[in-house]
């Protein structure tokens, strides 16, 4: 079993940034795949972004040049770097880690962008 914890969400203006981070315990995540989904208000959950284990990374298109997904597998850890933050990333972002057999959510941080 992978315990995944998410923090870094908050109240944030228009333009601003935040840092999420996403905490792994139970097992060591460095060959998961991992990645942020977020959902807003009346959506469904969306990818946001994803990093294999080797380090290959997709973003979805709203958020190329905005978000950076990074890893550090000696803290078990995985990063969501947003900036240039808009209305519409208001939504609860979830972490992700995923293998070949498993599947693993973390119980979400909310962020709200607004003025």
């Known amino acids: 079993q992978v315990q995944l914890v998410e923090s870094g969400g908050g109240l944030v203006q228009p333009g601003g940034s935040l840092r999420l981070s996403c905490a792994a315990s139970g097992r060591i995540i460095s060959m998961y795949v991992m990645g942020w989904y977020r959902q807003a208000p009346g959506k469904q959950r969306e990818l946001v972004a994803v990093?294999?284990?080797?380090?290959?990374?997709s973003y979805a298109d709203s958020v190329k040049g905005r978000f950076t997904i990074s890893r550090d597998n000696t803290k078990n850890a995985v990063y969501l770097q947003m900036n240039s933050l808009k209305p519409e990333d208001t939504a609860v972002y979830y972490c992700?880690?995923?293998?070949?057999?498993?599947?693993?959510w973390g119980q979400g941080t909310q962020v709200t962008v607004s003025s």
């Open positions: 990093i294999s284990s080797g380090g290959r990374i």
């Open positions: 992700q880690g995923r293998s070949s057999a498993s599947d693993y």
